[in-house]
C-alpha cells in the first residue's frame, strides 16, 4: 500500500487543506481546497499515483498526469498550469460522491511527483461512509 512519510523531502509544503463537506456525503461534490509553496519548477510529465482502499481490499490504483488535471481547471485557475512555477500557489479540485457508496471506511493515498519522479507531495485521507439505515 502507498503510504505518505511527512519525512520524505517534497518540493510543494502545503499550508492549508480544507474538505467541503466535511464529512464528505454521499450524492453530493466534495470540493478539495489546497494552498501551500511549490520550491522548484513541475512540468509536462509529473504525475499522481492514486489509491483507495476500503479495509484490506484495494478498490483502485491509478496513474493520472497531473498537468492533465491542471489543464482542466487552467480557467479558473490560470498560474496552476504546466509548468507551474515556483511559489505560493492555491488548488481546488471536485470529487463527485455516487449514491451507491457502500458503508465502509475508505483509505485514500494520493502520492504526486515530477517527471523525474521526485515527490511533489503525499497526501493520506480516511473517509467513513455509514449505513444508510
Same mark, same amino acid.
Given at each position: 500500500?502507498?503510504?505518505?512519510?511527512?519525512?520524505?523531502?517534497?518540493?510543494?509544503?502545503?499550508?492549508?487543506?480544507?474538505?467541503?463537506?466535511?464529512?464528505?456525503?454521499?450524492?453530493?461534490?466534495?470540493?478539495?481546497?489546497?494552498? *501551500?509553496?511549490?520550491?522548484?519548477?513541475?512540468?509536462? *510529465?509529473? $504525475?499522481?499515483?492514486?489509491?483507495?482502499?476500503? *479495509? $484490506?481490499?484495494?478498490?483502485?490504483?491509478?496513474?493520472?498526469?497531473?498537468?492533465?488535471?491542471?489543464?482542466?481547471?487552467?480557467?479558473? @485557475?490560470?498560474?496552476?498550469?504546466?509548468?507551474?512555477?515556483?511559489?505560493?500557489?492555491?488548488?481546488? @479540485?471536485?470529487?463527485?460522491?455516487?449514491?451507491?457508496?457502500?458503508? %465502509?471506511? $475508505?483509505?485514500?493515498?494520493?502520492?504526486?511527483?515530477?517527471?523525474?519522479?521526485?515527490?511533489?507531495?503525499?497526501?493520506? %485521507?480516511?473517509?467513513?461512509?455509514?449505513?444508510?439505515?
Amino acid at each position: 500500500m502507498l503510504k505518505c512519510d511527512k519525512n520524505d523531502p517534497q518540493i510543494l509544503s502545503i499550508s492549508s487543506l480544507i474538505i467541503a463537506p466535511n464529512p464528505p456525503k454521499r450524492g453530493s461534490t466534495m470540493i478539495l481546497e489546497a494552498e *501551500g509553496d511549490i520550491i522548484s519548477e513541475i512540468s509536462e *510529465g509529473a $504525475y499522481v499515483d492514486v489509491e483507495v482502499r476500503l *479495509g $484490506y481490499i484495494k478498490l483502485l490504483t491509478q496513474r493520472l498526469d497531473l498537468c492533465a488535471i491542471l489543464a482542466d481547471h487552467a480557467r479558473d @485557475q490560470p498560474d496552476m498550469q504546466c509548468p507551474v512555477q515556483p511559489g505560493h500557489h492555491t488548488f481546488a @479540485q471536485k470529487v463527485d460522491i455516487p449514491n451507491e457508496v457502500p458503508a %465502509g471506511r $475508505y483509505v485514500v493515498v494520493a502520492r504526486a511527483f515530477t517527471k523525474d519522479d521526485e515527490l511533489i507531495t503525499c497526501l493520506t %485521507g480516511t473517509i467513513v461512509f455509514k449505513p444508510l439505515f
